[in-house]
């Protein structure tokens, strides 16, 4: 097996990165730019490590796994060193055990959903988490309307949208009150950001539909909070799922406990 190694750039991840790649005794690993920097030795881009390695290794938070997927194929084994890390799969203090059991073979690969956006006519990069659409104008309403295989399902006033996937639905999607979602389903997480006399609610939609949304004033579209662009009113954009998948590395079922111990559902400590 071949590692692509990609580290958040902080001392904290560099550590944990440079425990792995000893663990690892640097044979069949490669390394994204910025460790390899840190460590003095040769590094490559993400999109390099996807054709040179079989799986990554990713040390970080959130925000560091979304941006490895917008880069690669590859299966993704993830450290947490960020602040919350629902994604990854395991915490820095279980970094060693769980490198024994990637090298035992002990662990399954899961695909996740991803998101397919095209705008007139033209694709956009996928997202693992989730497509949302914004008001162009800060603090100015947004008239939005979705359409779900043709017909139209909402139509609100507010300041946006949010497409999520299964996954993502633990992030922006949940705090404007959308669900929370097991992220080996199939569909669509769709929740209105702040809509107007709350006449919108969120819906999940089976991913085997086409969604298509049309904006009435200029909006913004940004996908996984990386990329971003104008969202004119005299386009439609067309969201379906993508025939590419967001793959995992996971060493056990731990989704209901992340939502038990990250997310806070649970009494707090003093009642």
């Keep these: 097996m071949k590692w692509g190694l990609v580290c958040k750039p902080s001392s904290d991840s560099f550590a944990v990165g440079e425990a792995i790649y ?27 490590l996807d ?88 603090g100015k309403i947004l008239p939005i309307k979705l359409y779900v295989d043709g017909i139209l399902t909402q139509s609100f006033l507010g300041d946006g949208l949010i497409l999520a996937t299964p996954m993502g639905s633990t992030s922006y999607a949940l705090s404007v009150g ?14 209105p950001i702040a809509p107007f006399r709350h006449i919108a609610s969120a819906l999940v939609i089976p991913a085997d539909k086409t969604l298509k949304i049309k904006v009435e004033k200029p909006a913004i579209i ?3 909070g990386i990329h971003t662009c104008d969202f004119k009113p005299s386009s439609t954009l067309s969201i379906s799922t993508s025939e590419k998948k967001a793959r995992f590395i996971k060493l056990e079922d731990n989704f209901y406990r992340k939502i038990y111990r990250k997310l806070s559902f649970r009494y707090p400590r003093s009642l």
């Design 178 to 191: 959308g669900p929370v979602v097991d992220p080996v389903l199939e569909v669509f997480i769709l929740a």
């Design 22 to 48: 000893k663990m690892l005794n640097g044979k069949g690993v490669f390394l994204e730019k910025k460790i390899a920097e840190h460590m003095g030795k040769r590094g490559y881009s993400i999109e390099e």
């Design 51 to 138: 054709s040179k390695a079989d799986a990554m290794i990713v040390v970080g938070g959130d925000g560091t796994i979304l941006t490895t997927l917008q880069q690669t194929s590859k299966p993704i084994f993830s450290i947490n060193t960020g602040r919350i890390g629902f994604l990854t799969e395991v915490e820095k203090k279980d970094a060693g055990k769980a490198i024994q059991k990637l090298l035992k073979g002990e662990y399954r690969v899961e695909e996740r959903l991803k998101l397919k956006g095209k705008l007139r006519k033209k694709r956009l990069p996928d997202a693992a988490n989730e497509i949302t659409i914004h008001s162009a104008s800060i």
């Design 222 to 224: 940004s996908i996984d």
